[in-house]
């Protein structure tokens, strides 16, 4: 948490340092998690990643650099849920059973980008943005499912880091009308962070926002 504190701050005395404010936006929306890539214990079957629509929130505050080209920062939340189905063995008809792992997260995100305007008409703006987030996990909660087999896997466990916070790519784009702002946007994580005991992942995340300027 002070990580996350000095890095705002010293990004909002930047920020300051080259120019006040111009606009402040505040948005909501909803993100949906692929997964890009995994580090798991060695399970014979293939482990059922099951994500859930996460809940999205940011403060966006825009510095106008020159002409159309737009300095930003945004200062957001984000929860993610879902679960993992775990491959755990075979019942005495010898179908497959699953134990289930739960996770419920919520992270903190402060970024930083670029954005330039092209001004469609008066009241229509479309901006291409492209950027980079610090996001730390703050809460981590999990349950775990597990059901009797008679036929267990023997899995060999592994050792995993969890990386409680790394760098996030941004990058989307932005349409204003008015005083509302839309956005579409991916996030790629540059990290990998423990998920459950099942292992690590990296998640590529849809975004899309709905917001009003203050």
């Known amino acids: 948490m002070k990580k996350i ?31 890009m890539d995994e580090e798991l214990n060695n399970y014979p079957i293939e482990v059922i990643y099951n994500p859930n629509i996460n809940v999205i929130g940011e403060v966006e505050i825009n510095y106008s650099l020159m002409n159309e080209l737009i300095l930003f920062n945004t200062l957001g939340f984000r929860i993610r849920t879902g679960n993992l189905e775990i491959p755990h063995g075979y019942d005495f008809n010898n179908a497959l059973v699953y134990n289930t792992s739960n996770f419920h997260s919520i992270y903190i995100e402060l970024g930083l980008g670029f954005k330039y305007k092209f001004i469609i008409e008066q009241n229509i703006i479309v901006s291409p943005i492209l950027g980079v987030l610090f996001r730390s996990r703050i809460v981590d909660e999990h349950s775990y499912k597990r059901n009797s087999v008679p036929y267990p896997f023997t899995i060999e466990s592994k050792e995993f880091k969890d990386n409680t ?17 839309y956005e579409i946007s991916i996030n790629p994580e540059f990290y990998y962070s423990l998920l459950t005991r099942a292992g690590s992942y990296k998640h590529l995340s849809f975004n899309l926002f709905v917001g009003y300027k203050l």
């Open 5 to 35: 504190i000095l890095i705002s701050a010293l990004i909002i005395l930047l920020s300051e340092k080259l120019l006040f404010p111009q606009e402040v936006f505040i948005k909501g929306g909803v993100s949906f998690d692929k997964k």
């Open 165 to 181: 916070f790394g760098f996030v790519g941004d990058a989307g784009i932005q349409c204003e009308y008015n005083d509302f702002i």
